[in-house]
């Protein structure tokens, strides 16, 4: 019983598990990773799974054994999992592949006369997720390279095999360059435990206003409601809705890769979107179905326009967000889409204040021009044709041109929004799309029943737990996950999620009291740290104050949310200066106590501190980072709140 599998999960690397009537895709149990049956579960009984459409697709036969992919490898950590192949040139092929961290075997193809093994290249840095370790199925890119000799051959398929393995038949999907069929895509990241259907309908009247015509919908189950939604607007005109079914990994009673992925392994959708959309797309859109997009004063398409025509080498637009939240609006009161509104828009709850990327910043691209997949970064471009070996960048948007405004239905407490003041910033968006909305639905004549759940309201908290606790031992969440399973066989309802981040920004300081805070705040121009923490990505808050508070000659400590790789930055100062202090949102300055600390601090490890031959390096890169918000601080920005 899949379902039931489903619920036995014991979930390591962040996922939750809800208990709601879903749409489910699942994989072939001997074959590659593909759109397979889609299945629901009757809320009265939630091991009945009925087919309901996708008949075309592969037959799961229950005789077989979910856990066995195609390669049929002795060890289960050497499995490979192959969702798409992508011919992107006339000499090269790319394959979408999820693999275990350790798996070193190799991976055969055989395309028309040629064979050969296939290149195995980390979609991350590293390839281990290092915002969530535990999770050892991760991405990467299979590289085939062909002989120009090879160019004649017609074959639209590709054979895969490991060692002791099945062969298996991939098709083959054609982006060698041609003219763009769409102006503007959108990439949508794998749905999955999804119920709530209005954040639907803001997404696409959203788009459709920005002049998007393309979407790729990666799907893995939602409420049946949510494909009311999906529905009407693929049967829209002058739209072309793409649905990519990115089900869960096969799996049995003994072996579940799903364990060890993070959130459906979301940087190689991505990067299977980004694939899929070249040269089908100018440009693709890469943002959370609960984004809006701001820009300044023309359109999006005709800004990017002029925006890569002054940037030739650009592949990637990074853009600043900022949290809203509605004020006293409940969606949940909805029962017909028919009924939908966009009143509650017309007055939120706005951060005065942009996140430094990359942090919950997000991305536009042209897609041919990127390499790798992330929904926040960008992380290598394509080689630019006869530039002598130079790539194709990134650039970061200016937030007076576009911005995004990231408008959560549930309450986002990975971070504290100390700075939110009411605005009407997306009221004149919301007048559009309401009467966008009307238009539409009036000739719609199918189901528009919405079931309303609270769902989302566990799944933000069990991504709160995730984010609060890191580095926990296997061996402690496993504990905790075994004596909850109880609970979870009786109710089919219980939430579960692993708990192994430490807390950044997210809980109270026990250390603060210690120290007098400057918020949002950065040391001036004229004085650099003596001390400077590195590996600083694992440094709580506690942690950053505790090591100055075990240095006698640390006076002062900077910690701060300032985007780059290391994310967070720790850094100690032996005097103290606070004269004229940079304004830096998410950096605060705090100055030590003269009275003793009574706080125990046993409890904190000593952090590492830098050597002092990269000192200068590390103190060029604070330098860089306080020059960058003080030119900030002088521009002009049109979506200021009460300009």
Not at 19 to 44: E, H, K, L, R, W
Not at 121 to 127: S, W
Not at 233 to 243: A, K, M, N, Q, T
Request: proline residues 5%; positive net charge.
């Amino acid at each position: 019983m899949r379902m039931l599998k489903n619920i036995k999960k014991i979930l390591l690397c962040g996922v939750c598990f809800i208990g709601v009537t879903y749409i489910y895709t699942q994989f072939s149990p001997v074959d590659f990773i593909n759109s397979n049956q889609v299945f629901s579960t009757n809320s009265a009984d939630l091991i009945t799974q009925i087919i309901l459409q996708n008949d075309n697709n592969f037959t799961v036969d229950d005789s077989l054994d979910h856990g066995i992919p195609f390669t049929h490898p002795k060890k289960q950590n050497e499995q490979f999992y192959v969702r798409s192949a992508f011919r992107i040139s006339n000499t090269t092929i790319r394959l979408t592949i999820l693999r275990n961290l350790y798996n070193r075997r190799l991976l055969y193809y055989k395309f028309g006369s040629a064979t050969g093994s296939v290149q195995q290249i980390c979609n991350l840095k590293g390839c281990r997720n290092t915002y969530a370790p535990n999770c050892r199925i991760v991405g990467i890119i299979g590289v085939i390279k062909i002989e120009p000799r090879i160019n004649e051959s017609q074959s639209d398929t590709i054979q895969l095999w490991s060692t002791k393995g099945e062969e298996i038949t991939l098709p083959i999907i054609d982006v060698r360059p041609r003219e763009p069929v769409h102006k503007l895509a959108v990439c949508l990241q794998t749905i999955f435990l999804h119920d709530e259907t209005s954040v639907f309908i803001q997404f696409f009247e959203h788009w459709i206003a920005h002049g998007a015509t393309k979407f790729y919908i990666y799907r893995q189950n939602y409420a049946q409601h949510v494909q009311y939604i999906l529905d009407f607007y693929s049967s829209h005109p002058g739209l072309d809705v793409e649905y990519v079914d990115w089900s869960e990994l096969p799996s049995n009673d003994t072996h579940n890769p799903n364990e060890l992925l993070f959130r459906t392994e979301v940087y190689m959708g991505v990067f299977d979107c980004l694939h899929r959309a070249r040269y089908t797309a100018k440009y693709v859109a890469q943002l959370d179905l609960d984004e809006v997009l701001m820009v300044g004063n023309t359109d999006l398409i005709r800004h990017l326009d002029t925006l890569y025509e002054k940037h030739p080498n650009l592949a990637t637009v990074q853009i600043k967000s900022r949290k809203a939240e509605f004020i006293n609006y409940d969606w949940l009161l909805l029962r017909d889409f028919r009924n939908m509104t966009f009143s509650g828009f017309h007055q939120l709850s706005v951060e005065t204040k942009l996140f430094p990327p990359p942090a919950y910043s997000k991305l536009i691209h042209r897609p041919e021009r990127v390499i790798n997949g992330h929904h926040h970064l960008f992380t290598e471009g394509e080689l630019i044709p006869g530039g002598r070996g130079v790539k194709y960048r990134m650039m970061v948007a200016n937030e007076a041109n576009l911005q995004i405004i990231h408008l959560r239905r549930e309450r986002d407490n990975l971070f504290k929004t100390k700075t939110m003041r009411k605005s009407e910033i997306l009221k004149p968006l919301a007048q559009k799309w309401e009467v966008s909305f009307k238009k539409h639905i009036q000739d719609y004549s199918g189901p528009s029943e919405i079931t309303p759940n609270s769902n989302m309201k566990k799944v933000e908290k069990c991504r709160k737990k995730l984010n609060d606790n890191t580095r926990s031992s296997l061996i402690a969440v496993k504990m905790r996950l075994l004596k909850a399973l109880a609970p979870l066989f009786l109710l089919f309802s219980s939430s579960f999620c692993a708990v192994n981040r430490e807390n950044h920004f997210g809980e109270p300081c026990a250390l603060c009291e210690c120290f007098i805070e400057y918020s949002d705040r950065d040391v001036g121009m004229g004085r650099m740290p003596f001390k400077v923490v590195t590996n600083s990505y694992d440094v709580t808050e506690d942690k950053c104050l505790a090591g100055c508070l075990q240095d006698s000659a640390c006076k002062m400590a900077v910690y701060g949310f300032v985007g780059g790789r290391s994310v967070f930055s720790c850094e100690y100062y032996d005097l103290i200066d606070v004269q004229k202090p940079i304004y830096a949102p998410y950096t605060n300055i705090y100055l030590k106590r003269t009275s003793t600390c009574q706080k125990e601090m046993s409890k904190y490890p000593p952090v590492q501190i830098a050597q002092n031959d990269v000192i200068p390096q590390m103190n060029e890169e604070v330098s860089a980072r306080k020059s960058r918000f003080m030119r900030m601080n002088q521009r002009t920005n049109p979506f200021a709140i009460g300009k």
